[in-house]
T-cell receptor, first 113, second 117 residues
Framework: AQKVTQAQTEISVVEKEDVTLDCVYE???????LFWYKQPPSGELVFLIR??????QNEISGRYSWNFQKSTSSFNFTITASQVVDSAVYFC??????????FGKGTMLLVSP | GAVVSQHPSWVICKSGTSVKIECRSL??????MFWYRQFPKQSLMLMAT?????????EQGVEKDKFLINHASLTLSTLTVTSAHPEDSSFYIC?????????????FGPGTRLTVT
């Protein structure tokens, strides 16, 4: 069985602060895929990144960066110099490739000016 | 990228009535679509997997007679909430899988907010 744990229910930061959202996963599969989605107040899910289990390289995209560590089964997401527009719920998700997505419970990020 | 639409974006209905939600893949044919439900401040929970031309596969605990899913064409899946009750109020999200790709290659619709009064 697959499981995704996002222990942080809600995080509040002030604009320009860096913030890291944690994601820990459980799976027995050797091949799997990890995702991060953003859900702004409008409700629409926005795809941010997909990582497969064979690629442990960290990735940076603008102010966003992701740290994938198989040794600790973690796939953490960092936003650098946060902005008010980053306020949203962020979901980490997992798939073994032939099943659908298993979502974590989400972390609500509130960025205040 | 692939686009998935949902209609309506929000709906209010009276208890005991039925409401239909449409999910369309606009620029690709989707043999498989997924329906999720999201309660306020909670995660997305998969309700069912909809395959074109066959019966939907429901997740454990989801009443198939209450949540009727029809995937009659390669671009349209519908979810009908029958005899809706206030506890069915939720945010319903569909996604569509691009044919030939893995199940994780899903494109999500914008969601439908259902309120049952």
């Amino acid at each position: 069985a697959q499981k995704v744990t996002q222990a942080q229910t809600e995080i509040s930061v002030v604009e320009k602060e860096d913030v890291t959202l944690d994601c820990v996963y459980e799976t027995r599969d050797t091949t799997y895929y990890l995702f991060w989605y953003k859900q702004p107040p409008s409700g629409e899910l926005v795809f941010l990144i997909r990582r497969n289990s064979f690629d442990e390289q960290n990735e940076i995209s603008g102010r966003y960066s992701w740290n994938f560590q198989k040794s600790t089964s973690s796939f953490n997401f960092t936003i650098t110099a946060s902005q008010v527009v980053d306020s949203a719920v962020y979901f980490c998700a997992l798939s073994n490739g032939y099943s659908t997505l298993t979502f974590g419970k989400g972390t609500m990020l509130l960025v205040s000016p | 990228g692939a686009v998935v639409s949902q209609h309506p974006s929000w709906v209010i209905c009276k208890s005991g009535t039925s409401v239909k939600i449409e999910c369309r893949s606009l620029d690709f044919q989707a043999t498989t679509m997924f329906w999720y439900r999201q309660f306020p401040k909670q995660s997305l929970m998969l309700m069912a997997t909809s395959n074109e031309g066959s019966k939907a596969t429901y997740e454990q605990g989801v009443e198939k007679d209450k949540f009727l899913i029809n995937h009659a064409s390669l671009t349209l899946s519908t979810l009908t909430v029958t005899s809706a009750h206030p506890e069915d109020s939720s945010f319903y999200i569909c996604s569509a899988r691009v044919p030939g790709l893995s199940s994780y290659e899903q494109y999500f619709g914008p969601g439908t907010r259902l309120t049952v009064t």
